[in-house]
């Protein structure tokens, strides 16, 4: 049914479209190699556009062309302030494959704009659809042996990583369908007889994909999208000077799709029913499901808390990939944390600064002028001259930039309460697209407005491309260094994993590395490599709580009880709503140190908190019935019955609890049935 967009297609655009279906089908892009692999693939886009010039083809040759400054200067100046907030970062063991992976895509985005002109940027936008039809297809055939035969219990196609449990993105896979639905609906229309049927049953099963992955979210975008697509729709007809009123060929489609969405709803659940629960409609849709309401009071917490955080740091922000350390400052809540504030301007705003969402927001606006200007004549009624050539082909190009832009518009929406393009899988067609619509804009403003030289364009761009590439070859071989030592360390050999990790010391991109060092150090009693390596890590992040409580572990085993506290001090005040054990163990060492009366003056503190995880224990929210957290309430709860034997029987009961939760929980995962793919 689809050909494949590979055969017979130059290099540079094969490589770019074969690494698109990679990245959809590989744990939809969420992975540091995809990430690395993107910045190969774009380096080689922009040195063989050095080579050989660039521009739009014609008669088989390549014209070359200056460039619009209108739209290169925001998509550049966009990531030259990534790099800025990088370099200001607060949490600098974080962030670098944000800024690798930014790069790469404003880099892909350009070179899209400047090759889908003409009839070779048609072609390239056609091979750009199939290559999209070919991997949501791919990925829901796969998506449904997961969902049936293994324990999640949310469709999610191949967004998942099956080493661990819990990295299951049903959301993401629906912001993923979001994007590729209007692209398969750009192919059905350019299909007839029983390839357009074909392609109706395709879009059917796409949509009880999507429903299947019981976002809310993302079926309220679906909806908007629906709402722009039918707006257009009727515009061209009352611009033809006809009433907005179905035909018989469009009406049975509609038809035909919805039937075949319902089917692949409720088939996939009856089959799942024969392995796994099934996942309750009722309960989704009125919010009681296991997550309650939580989703959309934190999200409203996640917002308020970005907002505040960009107010402190408003030029450069706190730094790429800082929320989740950052957040955790201004958290009120057990275990209420998230690596991003489920908003794509905010994430922007609090991270890199106001500058850089206002870019963003700046080369959005630009890019869909014409779009916008469409859907003002629809409103209007005015007549609608775009769609005058039938609007039944493919290579249609208005009706192709506006479903791209519906494609954008709908993963935009999503955007605006769940972050989730940090996935290539997501964040690589969505800039092409956003590269396609530039490229019909540039050609509008071109003419009118100011442009750069080509050469000053290509020197510049194969300047980034050149320090991306790199940076990414050098942190390649730190990445891979570091990972053997993970791997040793998890097998128990602690001694090569230290090894393996002493030679990662210089890496930039180290995330947790320098603890684990500290860990195996003191482990070994070797303090000098131990207070070296949590000094290395908090020199670069001072937001996480994890370095900070290392180091007092490490002054209270050399006995250094001042130090401990002081550090188990600045743990507490950061991690303490996430971390049970940071208040356990600056409990201990009170109590070590004959500074009980400390421990008196924050009993009331410490009580509340305690009685805040048991609760949340109980109702096992976020899964803290599951962690160590549920062993640390009792241990406290143990040591405080201790130290104030007039309230023991609270503390005692509040231990019991926990205890009681605990096993329950623990006792249903173990009782539930296996995956039987792995």
Same mark, same amino acid.
């Given at each position: ?9 130059p290099?540079a ?37 050095a ?9 088989g040759k390549?014209?070359i062309e200056?460039?619009?400054? @209108?739209?290169?200067?925001?998509? !550049?100046s966009? &990531?030259?302030? +990534?790099?800025?907030? $990088?370099f %200001?970062? *607060?949490t600098?063991?974080y ?8 790069g790469?895509?404003?880099l892909?985005?350009l070179?899209t704009?400047?090759?889908?002109r003409?009839?070779a940027?048609?072609v ?17 055939l796969?998506?449904?042996? @997961?969902?049936?035969?293994?324990? !999640?219990?949310? &469709?999610?196609? +191949?967004?998942?990583? $099956?080493? %661990?449990? *819990?990295?299951?993105w049903p ?12 692209l ?6 350019g ?7 074909a392609?109706?049953g395709?879009?059917g099963?796409l ?11 993302a ?11 039918a707006?257009?729709?009727?515009g ?9 009123i ?6 049975i ?5 919805a ?27 009125t919010?009681?499901a ?11 917490l996640?917002?308020?808390?970005a907002l ?5 740091r ?7 990939y800082s ?10 809540g057990?275990?209420q ?22 870019l ?8 869909s ?6 859907l ?6 005015k ?6 050539q ?22 935009l929406?999503?955007?605006?309460i769940?972050y ?7 964040a ?20 009118r ?17 050149v320090?991306?590439l ?13 990972s053997?030592g ?19 010391s ?7 590395m320098?603890?684990?060092?500290a860990?195996?150090?003191?482990l ?5 490599t131990?207070?070296?390596?949590i000094?290395?890590?908090l020199?670069?992040?001072?937001e996480?709580p ?8 490490i002054?209270r085993?050399e ?5 401990a ?21 600056l ?11 400390e421990l ?32 640390d ?18 503390y005692e ?14 006792s ?11």
């Amino acid at each position: 049914m689809l050909r494949t967009p590979f055969a017979r297609i130059p290099s540079a655009e094969g490589l770019l479209l074969g690494f698109l279906l990679f990245s959809v089908l590989w744990r939809g892009g969420k992975s540091l190699e995809a990430t690395w692999m993107l910045v190969g693939v774009a380096s080689a886009l922009i040195v063989a556009d050095a080579i050989r010039g660039s521009g739009k083809i014609e008669n088989g040759k390549l014209k070359i062309e200056n460039y619009p400054n @209108v739209l290169w200067i925001p998509a !550049v100046s966009f &990531f030259a302030w +990534t790099i800025l907030s $990088y370099f %200001f970062s *607060t949490t600098k063991n974080y962030g670098l494959d944000e800024v690798l992976r930014d790069g790469a895509l404003v880099l892909i985005f350009l070179w899209t704009m400047r090759h889908a002109r003409g009839e070779a940027g048609a072609v390239l936008s056609h091979r750009f659809v199939q290559t999209m039809v070919l991997a949501a297809v791919l990925a829901s055939l796969f998506g449904v042996l @997961v969902y049936v035969l293994q324990p !999640v219990n949310r &469709f999610v196609g +191949t967004f998942f990583d $099956y080493r %661990f449990h *819990t990295d299951y993105w049903p959301n993401a896979w629906a912001q993923f369908l979001l994007l590729a639905w209007p692209l398969v609906f750009l192919w059905m229309r350019g299909k007839q007889g029983k390839l357009r049927v074909a392609g109706c049953g395709l879009l059917g099963f796409l949509f009880g994909a999507l429903l299947l992955s019981y976002s809310r979210g993302a079926l309220i975008a679906f909806a908007g999208q629906l709402v722009l697509l039918a707006l257009v729709w009727a515009g061209k007809k009352w611009g033809e000077g006809a009433f907005f009123i179905p035909h018989r060929r469009e009406i049975i489609p509609i038809g035909l799709i919805a039937v075949i969405a319902v089917a692949v709803f409720f088939t996939a659940n009856t089959a799942r029913s024969g392995f796994h629960p099934v996942q309750s409609v009722g309960e989704k849709i009125t919010f009681t499901a296991d997550e309650g309401g939580s989703s959309v009071d934190e999200r409203k917490l996640f917002w308020g808390q970005a907002l505040a955080l960009t107010l402190d740091r408003p030029l450069f922000g706190w730094g790429p990939y800082s929320f989740r350390f950052v957040q955790q400052r201004l958290q009120t809540g057990v275990l209420q944390t998230s690596d991003h504030p489920h908003n794509v301007f905010l994430k922007l705003a609090a991270e890199r600064g106001v500058i850089a969402s206002l870019l963003f927001i700046v080369l959005l606006v630009l890019v869909s002028l014409p779009q916008y200007r469409l859907l003002y004549c629809c409103i209007a009624r005015k007549r609608i001259t775009r769609f005058e050539q039938s609007d039944q082909q493919c290579s249609n190009p208005a009706m192709q930039r506006f479903l791209f832009f519906l494609s954008v518009t709908g993963v935009l929406a999503h955007n605006l309460i769940d972050y989730n393009l940090q996935f290539v899988g997501i964040a690589l067609p969505f800039w092409m697209m956003l590269g396609i619509l530039a490229s019909e804009t540039s050609s509008k403003i071109q003419s009118r407005g100011k442009i750069l030289s080509k050469k000053l364009v290509h020197k510049i761009e194969l300047v980034i491309a050149v320090l991306l590439l790199a940076v990414a070859l050098r942190e390649g071989v730190f990445l891979v260094i570091s990972s053997l030592g993970r791997h040793a360390e998890v097998a128990g050999e602690h001694e090569a994993a230290l090894w393996w990790y002493n030679r990662s010391s210089a890496e930039w991109f180290s995330r947790d590395m320098h603890v684990s060092r500290a860990l195996l150090a003191t482990l070994s009693n070797r303090t000098g490599t131990a207070h070296e390596a949590i000094d290395t890590f908090l020199t670069g992040n001072t937001e996480d709580p994890r370095g900070w409580r290392l180091q007092g572990d490490i002054a209270r085993t050399e006995g250094d009880i001042p130090a401990a506290l002081e550090a188990y001090g600045k743990a507490y005040e950061r991690g303490r709503w996430n971390d049970l054990s940071i208040t356990l163990a600056l409990a201990e060492t009170l109590i070590e140190s004959d500074r009980g009366s400390e421990l008196v003056e924050k009993k009331a503190e410490i009580d509340a908190l305690l009685g805040f995880f048991v609760e949340a224990i109980v109702q096992n929210a976020h899964f803290v019935a599951l962690s160590h957290n549920a062993e640390d309430a009792i241990a406290l709860s143990t040591l405080l019955a201790e130290v104030f034997p007039d309230s023991a029987p609270r503390y005692e009961v509040l231990a019991a609890k926990a205890d009681f939760a605990m096993r329950s929980e623990r006792s249903k995962v173990k009782s539930r049935p296996s995956g039987y793919l792995w």
